[in-house]
């Protein structure tokens, strides 16, 4: 496994980290931790996770 830092802005409504972390849990990541900040332009969430050795670099980008 290798461990990744993921900066993501997302617009602060009700559900959209569920369609981001789902989407993540498909490709087998391993969210190890989150912080969400608000700013007027949305929520930037900050993810630790840990990702399969066989993941691309590209294919965590599309996750997200």
Do not use: C, K
């Amino acid at each position: 496994m290798t461990l990744w830092r993921i900066r993501a802005t997302v617009d602060d409504r009700p559900g959209y980290l569920s369609v981001l972390t789902a989407s993540l849990a498909l490709r087998g990541v391993n969210i190890l931790a989150v912080q969400v900040h608000t700013t007027e332009r949305g929520a930037v969430d900050d993810f630790l996770v840990d990702a399969p050795d066989t993941l691309a670099e590209a294919d965590l980008v599309a996750a997200v």
